[in-house]
């Protein structure tokens, strides 16, 4: 069974840089329309960045200039740039994409499991 796995999570100062990884367990076929979310403790999750698979990307308006969405198609993996981080930016980070595990397979929507990221003051 396929999982997403993020990384790059992390403990940095405010107006530090992170860069968070989204990639599968295993090889699959593909992965579209990818988004990035963050929950942090006593608050629902919240939506920060998606990568559609026509190119089209989109941010939550408090990360607007200081994140990045991006993804290598070859390689199958979603990658989310942070830079000038600030606490309030402090949460847990989960990638939610579509995956195809095999050509002409079922196209399936994944989570993963989150990578922490604090930024202290």
């Known amino acids: 069974q396929v999982q997403l796995v993020e990384s790059g999570g992390g403990l940095v100062q405010a107006g530090g840089s992170l860069r968070l990884s989204c990639a599968a367990s295993?090889?699959?076929?593909?992965?579209?329309?990818i988004l990035w979310y963050r929950q942090t403790p006593g608050k629902q999750r919240e939506w920060v960045a998606s990568?559609?698979?026509?190119?089209?990307?989109n941010y939550e308006e408090s990360v607007k200039g200081r994140f990045t969405i991006s993804r290598d198609s070859a390689l199958n993996t979603g990658y989310l740039q942070m830079n000038n981080l600030k606490p309030e930016d402090t949460g847990v980070y989960s990638c939610?994409?579509?995956?195809?595990?095999?050509?002409?397979?079922?196209?399936?929507?994944?989570w993963g499991q989150g990578t922490q990221v604090t930024v202290s003051s």
């Open positions: 939610n994409a579509d995956l195809r595990t095999t050509s002409g397979g079922r196209l399936n929507r994944y």
């Open positions: 295993k090889s699959i076929f593909s992965m579209n329309n």
């Open positions: 990568l559609v698979s026509g190119g089209a990307t």
